[in-house]
Nanobody
Framework: QVQLVESGGGLVQAGGSLRLSCAASGGTSSNYVMGWFRQAPGKEREFVSTISRGGGSTIYADSVKGRFTISRDNAKNAVYLQMNSLKPEDTAEYYC???????????????????WGQGTQVTVSS
């Protein structure tokens, strides 16, 4: 069973950047499809981005497309989310998730993932 730990969150002004990291342990990250989700106060958890096991395929939510970039380093068992041009509406708790099965159309839904990290808070001030 893989354990996931996110880091890199913080407080940033609108227009700024942050890079989130997700460290995986207890398993080989290359065996997992990895995703990022976020949840703002009073809102449901929403999909942000996902990356295939080899890193060759990615999907982004429309709200972050062109601003966020997901990447992975399987040698380091890590996944990253580079967030640029941040907006106040990006404020949320960000979660890393892992799926130990194939890439499927439902990969943008949280129920497709088996393992979750504790989250890291991102706050964007206006």
């Amino acid at each position: 069973q893989v354990q996931l730990v996110e880091s890199g969150g913080g407080l940033v002004q609108a227009g700024g950047s942050l890079r989130l990291s997700c460290a995986a342990s207890g398993g080989t990250s290359s065996n997992y499809v990895m995703g990022w989700f976020r949840q703002a106060p009073g809102k449901e958890r929403e999909f942000v981005s996902t990356i295939s096991r080899g890193g060759g395929s990615t999907i982004y939510a429309d709200s972050v497309k062109g601003r966020f970039t997901i990447s992975r380093d399987n040698a380091k068992n890590a996944v990253y989310l580079q967030m640029n041009s941040l907006k106040p509406e990006d404020t949320a708790e960000y979660y890393c998730a892992a799926r130990p099965r194939d890439w499927v159309p439902s990969i943008i839904h949280d129920y497709a993932y088996d393992y979750w990290g504790q989250g890291t808070q991102v706050t964007v001030s206006s």
